[in-house]
């Protein structure tokens, strides 16, 4: 599968993005979609799934601020982020992958995206 993400840039704290997730397939197929994120020096880490049956997990660090969700229809997956903060700066990426609950573990996901930056400053 071919995930091209789009919807970074650069934000004030407290403020908001969209991230998108164009995939090359059909979305609706795929069992887990996910977003992960990578900041300078740092290892990568999840930020939030979504199974096929639209349940989600999130990391703690973005619960109650990030959003995921799909639109099967436009295979497209997205990352709503509110209330960010500089620690959300990094470069995120869509991936997908198959495992039963779609933890939050890099390891289970085998096509990623090239990745949108995201820069909050204070």
């Known amino acids: 599968a071919q995930l091209v993400e789009s919807g970074g840039g650069s934000v004030q704290a407290g403020g908001s993005l969209r991230l998108s997730c164009a995939a090359s397939?059909?979305?609706?197929?795929?069992?887990?979609l996910a977003w992960f994120r990578q900041a300078p020096g740092k290892e990568r880490e999840g930020v939030a799934s979504?199974?096929?049956?639209?349940?989600?997990n999130y990391a703690d660090s973005v619960k109650g601020r990030f959003t995921i969700s799909k639109d099967n229809a436009e295979n497209t997956l997205y990352l709503q982020m509110n209330s960010l903060k500089p620690e959300d700066t990094a470069m995120y990426y869509c991936?997908?992958?198959?495992?039963?609950?779609?933890?939050?573990?890099?390891?289970?996901?085998?096509?990623w995206g090239q990745g949108t930056q995201v820069t909050v400053s204070s």
């Open positions: 397939i059909d979305i609706s197929s795929i069992y887990c």
């Open positions: 991936a997908t992958g198959s495992w039963i609950g779609c933890p939050l573990w890099d390891g289970v996901y085998k096509s």
């Open positions: 979504i199974v096929a049956d639209g349940t989600t």
